[in-house]
């Protein structure tokens, strides 16, 4: 069973927009897209991409800001011909409320 | 031997289940059926059509008191159970009478989800869930106003039903587009331009705070931005939650809804539950259509047959007069999924298929629904369709024939569109040179004049030829804005004005965009040409800007942001230096460096910290420079007759006049300027997008300098003898390239295209041309001469975008 933490409102993020989450060992960014779902990925991939709570959305793809890599929000992977995948974490929408895994913010703790 | 059944609500499933026992079997079982509200089985789903004015509720009732008599149920309506003895096996109704019973069936639906907020007890506060609610609903006419919380299926129904009977209708939606669990956001974009045009008002992102309230009767509801709507009925359509109070009285294993099997039975072997009441398997179900399945499977397991229920793809239909849609299964994007996307603009029509491994999985449509079981279809049997791909869009009609005209656009162009601004020629006239003989490009231009000036009109004329001509024209390849669009970018300007087009997705639907919302590439061109064509309209959308613009601040490699302030001409103040200092010491700021536009550049500032430095730098006066902008950068000055011996002019005077003019305009690229006050040209004039150099006679202006991955000298366009004139050349000269050059072209790519020739003539010899170039530039300023900074620091817009949503370190430290 997954726990889940409370970080906003559904109305905290603009449609296509998107904020970041700080946690001890990095931040999170948090998407809202045109569909109106909303996804958790690492804000950056080390060394390759990032901060990709800046770039542009389309569809379920942000673009990265820095080098127009695209990535899918589902899955973190990126697209086309460059290579690498940030981390993807569990959240979901209740009562208009964003509820973000906890592993998310403690899984991350425990990794060190 | 006759055996008991007891049904505890009278409802769509339980009616279902009913039928298809009697059917089956009329004497297997002496029914009694428990109903809360006064009455038996009416069609729910059909109340909307009831409030409109389109059905009355005789005719939506589906079982009648004759029936109920025929088939000798017994009918206890208005009464609610009590509780019920499982161990005895009796159901203890309100007034205390005991009814024995070999099986007993939940049919107890659900209750509407109430928000808890303030208010929400108030009279004239009301869910829409029963006839009760209806006729409330239908009580509301032309002197009233009614607020629908929620922009799903249900409120939506709701809110058309109502102004159908002229009552005037707010929706109030928390997602950013209507019905977003069923529809895409080109669809949701649709709809709510049909209801608008249906006379009713729609807030999507509004998050309601509070209803508020007079002598105990609802007065408006208060959204939390402040915003108050009055109302004289509140509705709110939110959600449903199965309603399991007394199975979970009586201690059946419930969850959200009360667990079933496959076969029906909830936990006790002897008691069934169908509807919006259950849970099958973690799902719970809203819709007519599982509702009837388990209703076929409930009726055989009581009558100990074998049956299992299934859960399958569901679609949904809404069901208001004039707004055709439906959407089935998945239609979410993945890495993995494929979209085909069909639009007709002139029809209002939008289909998108999503399709996994070949198979649709995903479909929204909105106008044409016509061929919408078709694809149903091919989603619930999941249909290899690699064969019929091409055509697979425009529905089973098709299959088999040729794709559709990519030239619908222009075909749906009426004949009065202008498609030649320069020679003010329009498609009935291009048309006409055609007919009479002009059967290609060249011979368009000789006749009709149309795409022989600036040549941007080109690829329209083009189409014009290929949709008059048909098959006997061949269409020249051509460079399109990027792959979601079959038009360039000179296309989409032109057709962006005269189709009026004013919103992002408004042109995605109208100008057949072939993905569903863009890319990184298309967006920002097509905001630009939005912000450009249509000043003092809100069409500016933020989020299809790139991060610098959205932000105000260039990112660096580092992800922190630089800060340049602007310096009107390069001239600063002892004043602006001490608070730039100071702001440099507050925020720790690690460079600061002069730049080759005469300005000082904050660098390595984090993004949490740049309204709080805005605001410090606002208050000495400053604003932002705009360094991160597609748009008026600087204007680069030496110090002029003032101080230097060889100045002929004050052309550090006039660089703040056409700075104070120009600063704020957003343009295909960014543009620099400088003003020289002699032919030593200190300030770097020829090499700029306009460079100005003074000499003892005037002004000489010139165009389309380079000196970055391009190095080009700057050519004279013209000279003048006034500053008035220098400052009114500039400011044509620039509106000139604002509207006509593609987006990422700077000035001197864009010459290249229309001619040096062509530019002088638009603003050196036509003088009347100049004016109004100038006239809608000054125009244009009126609206983006505003700092973005202290719109940021002071009037906290875009908050959101330098905060984290939450931020969790310190939890984990501690």
């Known amino acids: ?112 | 031997m006759t055996q008991k059944l007891i049904i505890i609500g009278a409802g769509m499933a339980t009616g279902r289940a009913l039928e298809q026992l009697i059917e089956a079997d009329p004497n297997a079982y002496d029914v009694t059926l428990f109903n809360a509200e006064p009455r038996g089985n009416y069609n729910r789903i059909m109340l909307s059509p009831v409030l409109s004015g389109e059905k009355t509720y005789e005719e939506i009732v589906t079982h009648s008191a004759e029936w109920y008599e025929e088939n000798g149920v017994t009918c206890r309506f208005g009464e609610r159970v009590a509780s019920v003895d499982r161990a005895r096996k009796v159901v203890i109704a309100e007034n205390g009478d005991e009814l024995p019973y070999d099986k007993l069936m939940f049919g107890t639906g659900s209750n509407p989800f109430i928000i808890p907020m303030p208010g929400h007890d108030l009279e004239g506060v009301i869910a829409y869930r029963d006839l009760e609610d209806t006729e409330l609903m239908m009580s509301m006419n032309e002197t009233n106003k009614v607020v629908v919380i929620g922009g799903g299926l249900l409120g939506l129904e709701a809110a058309a039903g109502m102004a159908a009977r002229g009552v005037d209708v707010t929706v109030v939606h928390i997602m950013g587009h209507l019905m977003e669990r069923q529809l895409d956001e080109a669809a949701g974009y649709l709809l709510r331009k049909a209801l608008v045009d249906k006379g009713i008002t729609v807030r999507c992102q509004a998050n309601s705070k509070q209803i508020l309230g007079e002598n105990g009767k609802v007065r408006a509801l208060q959204l939390d931005d402040g915003t108050e709507l009055p109302c004289d009925l509140l509705v709110m359509a939110v959600g449903i939650r199965p309603n399991v109070k007394l199975a979970q009285d009586i201690g059946l294993a419930v969850g959200k809804g009360i667990h079933v099997d496959d076969q029906m039975l909830t936990s006790d072997a002897d008691i069934l539950a169908v509807g919006e009441c259950v849970e099958h398997d973690g799902a719970i179900f809203g819709l007519v259509a599982p509702l009837y399945d388990q209703a076929k499977v409930a009726a055989k397991t009581l009558l100990d047959k074998p049956a299992t229920f299934v859960q399958r793809e569901i679609s949904t239909k809404l069901k208001v007069t004039g707004c055709d849609l439906f959407s089935a299964g998945d239609f979410a994007e993945g890495e993995d999924r494929e979209d085909i996307v069909f639009r007709d603009p002139a029809r209002g029509v939008y289909r998108r298929l999503v399709l996994q491994s070949n198979k649709v999985i995903g479909a929204v449509m909105y106008g044409d629904t016509a061929d919408s079981n078709w694809f149903f279809g091919l989603i619930k049997e999941a249909t290899d369709v690699s064969d019929m791909r091409d055509t697979l869009i425009f529905g089973p009609a098709y299959q088999g024939g040729t794709p559709m005209d990519p030239l619908a656009a222009v075909a749906a162009l009426p004949d009065d569109a202008e498609i030649c601004g320069c020679n003010g020629i329009s498609k009935g006239q291009i048309i006409a040179a055609i007919n009479g003989g002009a059967d290609t490009l060249d011979a368009v231009k000789a006749t009709s004049k149309a795409g022989s000036s600036c040549g941007s009109c080109v690829g329209l004329v083009t189409q014009v030829l290929g949709v008059t001509l048909g098959d006997e024209f061949k269409m020249p390849e051509k460079e399109t804005i990027c792959k979601c669009s079959d038009l360039s970018h000179d296309d989409v300007r032109k057709l962006i004005i005269a189709k009026e087009l004013k919103s992002i997705p408004h042109v995605m639907q109208d100008l057949d965009w072939k993905s569903p919302g863009g890319c990184h590439v298309c967006r920002p061109a097509l905001n630009y040409y939005l912000v450009c064509a249509w000043p003092g309209e809100e069409v500016d959308d933020g989020k299809s800007r790139f991060i610098n613009e959205r932000v105000h601040a260039n990112i660096q490699k580092d992800g922190t942001y630089s800060v340049v302030p602007r310096m009107l001409g390069g001239i600063t103040t002892p004043k602006e230096l001490r608070a730039i200092a100071d702001v440099a010491d507050k925020f720790k700021v690690p460079t600061v460096k002069v730049t080759g536009g005469q300005r000082i550049d904050l660098l390595g500032v984090k993004k949490e910290d740049l309204p709080a430095i805005w605001y410090d730098l606002g208050e000495a006066g400053m604003m932002s420079g705009q360094a991160y902008a597609k748009g008026l950068r600087t204007v680069k000055t030496c110090v002029g007759s003032d101080h230097c011996r060889f100045g002929t002019q004050d052309s550090t005077g006039l660089g703040i006049k056409i700075e104070s003019e120009m600063w704020g305009a957003w343009s295909p690229h960014k543009f620099k300027l400088a003003v020289s006050g002699c032919p030593r040209n200190c300030a770097e004039s020829t090499c700029k997008d306009l460079g100005i150099i003074c000499v003892d006679s005037g002004y000489q202006i010139l165009v389309g300098g380079a000196a970055g991955l391009d190095l080009l000298e700057a050519e004279l366009l013209v000279t003048v003898a006034t500053e008035e004139e220098a400052i009114e050349v500039s400011s044509a000269f620039y509106q000139l390239y604002r509207e006509g050059a593609q987006y990422l072209h700077r000035p001197y790519k864009w010459i290249a295209k229309v001619g040096l020739d062509w530019v002088k003539e638009q603003v050196a010899d036509d003088l009347e041309n100049r004016a109004a170039l100038a006239e809608r530039f000054r125009y244009s300023q009126k609206f983006y001469q505003v700092d973005p900074w202290a719109e940021r620091a002071r009037k906290g817009v875009d908050s959101h975008e330098f905060t984290p949503l939450a931020d969790f370190t310190k939890v984990a430290a501690e």
């Open chain 1, 1 to 112: 069973m997954t726990d889940f933490i409370d970080i906003g409102s559904v109305t905290d993020i603009p449609v296509q927009g998107a904020r970041i989450v700080r946690t001890a060992h990095g931040d999170i960014a948090v998407f809202h897209t045109a569909s109106g779902h909303f996804y958790a990925v690492d804000e950056y991939l080390e060394g390759k991409a990032g901060p990709l709570s800046n770039g542009i959305q389309h569809g379920e793809k942000v673009t990265d800001p820095m080098r127009n890599w695209v990535f899918d929000l589902a899955t973190g992977e990126a697209q086309g011909a460059d290579e690498g995948c940030v981390g993807t974490y569990e959240m979901k929408v209740e009562g208009g409320r964003l509820l973000l895994s906890s592993a998310a913010i403690a899984g991350r703790v425990a990794a060190e």
